[in-house]
Nanobody
Framework: QVRLVESGGGLVQSGGSLRLSCTAS????????MTWYRQAPGKERELVAR???????DYADAVKGRFTISRNNVYNTVPLQMNSLKLEDTGVYFC?????????WGQGTRVTVSS
């Protein structure tokens, strides 16, 4: 079955960096667009960044120039490099893939940015 596992979250000071990773299994990874979302406390889940099967990337305006999404089709991973973190980047970050059998999500990894 499709499984997504996020890792790399933690506590970081404002201005710092974190590198998240999503590992996918149960899909032909190289064929799918992979997306990172986040959900801040009390807010709706929002798209952060996505990368298509051909490597085209797209970012939310709030993270452009600070976050970088990539993919490794050998290890089926989707790293998200997050630099210059801000307090408003705090939230739970989720990996997503839209598969023929539906939308699949990981369990999320928590990122907390402190002042």
């Amino acid at each position: 079955q499709v499984r997504l596992v996020e890792s790399g979250g933690g506590l970081v000071q404002s201005g710092g960096s974190l590198r998240l990773s999503c590992t996918a299994s149960g899909i032909n990874f190289r064929l799918y667009t992979m997306t990172w979302y986040r959900q801040a406390p009390g807010k709706e889940r929002e798209l952060v960044a996505r990368i298509s099967s051909d490597g085209t990337t797209d970012y939310a305006d709030a993270v452009k120039g600070r976050f970088t999404i990539s993919r490794n089709n050998v290890y089926n991973t989707v790293p998200l490099q997050m630099n210059s973190l801000k307090l408003e980047d705090t939230g739970v970050y989720f990996c997503n893939v839209n598969h023929a059998n539906g939308a699949f999500w990981g369990q999320g990894t928590r990122v907390t940015v402190s002042s």
